[in-house]
């Protein structure tokens, strides 16, 4: 899994490439609370590279979301592709969270 962030005028930008599994997600995790830590609390996931996530990556994703919550930060999702939209899809994660088509229009929505 590689992380790459990027900081905007409205948000941190946070594009995933690779893999989100029980093997990486504490580290993907780790990464978000940093974010968190230094201020950031309006995440967007680019999550156009990303190609596989895991029911723990998912649990990262939940356990972020409600951090951000208490914080009144928000999290946007971005640009999901194939087997990870689809599991956005089956996990109801497509209702819980706001996913844009691109990391553009997610930018402008906040």
């Not at 580290?27 to 967007?44: N, P, Q, R, W």
């Not at 409600?66 to 089956?90: C, E, R, T």
């Amino acid at each position: 899994m590689e992380i790459t962030v990027r900081k905007e005028s409205s948000a941190a930008v946070v594009s995933v490439k690779g893999r989100i599994d029980a093997v990486t997600a504490m580290e993907f995790e780790k990464g978000l609370a940093a974010l968190m830590a230094g201020g950031d609390y309006t995440l967007v996931l680019n999550f156009s590279g990303l190609d596989y996530i895991s029911s723990a990556g998912l649990r990262s994703i939940l356990a972020t979301a409600k951090q951000l919550k208490a914080k009144d930060g928000k999290m946007l999702f971005a640009a999901l592709q194939g087997p990870v939209k689809d599991v956005f899809k089956i996990s109801g994660f497509g209702s819980i969270f706001k996913i844009f088509e691109t990391e553009e229009e997610a930018l402008r929505q906040i």
